[in-house]
């Protein structure tokens, strides 16, 4: 989320209902002028418009015309709590914000000089635009009656983008490149721009065409499978988990359906654990043996992730030739070290581990690592059922990112899940989904672009005789969320024990 004055200046998104933090604002934290999407500050402000959606009152039910469509749990990641919290804690800032806006809308602001255009995935996925267009009860009922269309001296006609400003993705900007960007970027002026994406969607549209248009072999698996019976999975610092539907289907506790926001003229449900790569390195890096595994792989020409990776296949497969229970059998994670974004969208919960010894060594790190890791599996095979309970149809899973590099990580996926799992030939699907969405701005069609430009690379498929592991291993992933809420539950004094 970017905050900026009426002169497109930042302006500070610190708490300043302190004096003293107040003070601070007021020297050089002007510059802090974003929030990041995994910043959970807004907790408090995410529960009182949560709370608000489910009274029978006017404002109420004002309230759960959107909140429904984030599966009925607004997160503290989208930006309606955010903007409130900025309300209530940075009421300086607040009163002189005139321009409210994702990373990515501001982006194509800045390449274009068009400050007033927005695009229908971040003002859906983000803010809670509805497909008949924003709704002004909702923000009068939340608190944030600046934002509402009704009130032409709020935020709302500049700041949030008028219906009639907010435009479908690819769409071109008038204009293209301005001159002042053009100059910063060694580009042409006027080369054309398109509507952005949330990155996380430029990678679902770079990469779920793969194999629709293909005469290559290895896409003879796909052949036959729609659009909306493939799931993209966007593995960075967290996970993204995309499926497009041609009618509306409401997932609980997940976001959407999400009207054009991604494919065109198709409904989106999005998906997502809030931590996942980052978590991996919070493993490595709170480790004693950290620093060690980090320079072995460096001697290794590798990175610690597949370095540890690599490690624990060779202790599995040692193990299962010598009929030996496997490295992970007595080592589990609960991996809600961040809270949990879907399918239980709760930002309070944390993570859990079971099986600790006094190990301090690479071996310890490898069990920890690799439990980690498989718990990061079932998260996603615990939103995938929950998906597909509620009527999504999905066959094949595409995923891209850093986690999709990772060979244990994606055989692990495809193992736990029973489903193929494409890795598209070129590996850096959110770029090659900005180009589609420039192809789209210059001429061309997305339609086109997704079918022409995205290929199969490799295709990994469920092995057998490793479902039934999983399976055990998913049933304590479950206990384990169940055991954690049981002690919350009698720690608060409301267990009947």
């Known amino acids: 989320l970017v905050i900026l004055d009426e002169n497109m200046k930042p302006l500070s998104v610190v708490d300043q209902s302190s004096a003293t933090a ?4 007021k020297s050089q934290d002007t510059i802090w002028n974003i929030i990041v999407w995994m910043d959970h500050r807004a907790e408090e402000e995410a529960q009182i418009v949560n709370d608000l959606s489910v009274e029978p009152s ?10 429904k469509h984030f599966g009925g749990a607004i997160s503290p990641e989208n930006e309606p709590p955010k903007l409130l919290w900025l309300k209530r804690h940075s009421q300086s800032s607040w009163a002189r914000a005139r321009y409210a806006m994702d990373l990515t809308d501001f982006l194509t602001a800045r390449a274009t000089g068009s400050y007033y255009v927005r695009s229908s ?43 009639s400003d907010i435009r479908s993705p690819g769409s071109p900007i008038e204009n ?29 549209l770079g990469m779920l065409g793969a194999g629709l248009a293909s005469e290559e072999a290895e896409a003879e698996v796909l052949k036959g499978v729609p659009f909306h019976e493939r799931v993209a999975m966007i593995c960075g610092s967290s996970t993204c988990i995309l499926a497009a539907s041609e009618t509306p289907i409401c997932v609980p506790r997940v976001w959407g359906p999400f009207w054009d926001a991604m494919l065109p003229n198709t409904w989106l449900t999005e998906g997502g654990q809030s931590l996942t790569g980052l978590l991996l390195d919070h493993i490595i890096e709170s480790h004693p043996s950290g620093a060690l ?7 290794d020409g590798t990175n ?29 994670v609960l991996p809600y070290f961040h809270g949990n974004r879907h399918p239980r969208a709760d930002p309070t919960l944390r993570g859990a581990m079971i099986g600790l010894d006094l190990g301090t060594g690479v071996n310890d790190l490898m069990i920890k690592y690799g439990a980690a890791l498989f718990a990061l599996v079932y998260g996603a095979r615990h939103l995938l059922e929950a998906m597909v309970s509620s009527g999504h149809k999905l066959t094949a899973i595409f995923a891209t990112g850093s986690g999709a590099k990772n060979s244990l990580f994606v055989q692990t996926l495809a193992d736990a899940v029973s489903m193929p799992v494409v890795i598209p030939r070129e590996s850096e699907s959110v770029v090659l989904g900005a180009a589609m969405l420039g192809w789209s701005a ?39 969320y169940e055991d954690f809420m049981s002690y919350r539950s009698i720690m608060r004094g409301s267990s009947a024990e």
């Open 176 to 204: 293209g490149v301005c001159p002042a960007a053009a100059a910063a970027l060694g580009l042409p002026d006027g080369t054309p721009v398109g509507v952005s994406l949330i990155d996380a969607h430029c990678g679902g």
């Open 121 to 163: 995935c971040t003002t859906a996925c983000k803010w809670g635009r509805l497909k008949t267009g924003w709704s002004s009860r909702f923000w009068n009922a939340v608190g944030l009656e600046e934002l509402a269309l009704s009130d032409p001296s709020g935020l709302s006609a500049a700041g949030i983008g008028i219906d």
């Open 442 to 480: 210059g001429g061309g069609t997305l339609e086109s672009a997704i079918t022409r430009m995205s290929h199969v690379g490799r295709i990994i498929s469920p092995r057998e005789g490793t479902r039934r592991f999983h399976d055990r291993k998913f049933q304590v992933f479950l206990r384990m």
């Open 293 to 299: 595994v980090k320079a072995k792989a460096e001697e």
């Open 22 to 25: 107040e003070a601070s604002t």
């Open 304 to 332: 610690p992730h597949d370095w540890l990776s690599k490690l624990l296949e060779t202790e599995i497969e040692n193990a299962a030739n010598n009929h030996l229970p496997h490295p992970l059998a007595e080592f589990h």
């Open 58 to 67: 006017t404002d109420g039910l004002a309230a759960s015309e959107v909140v």
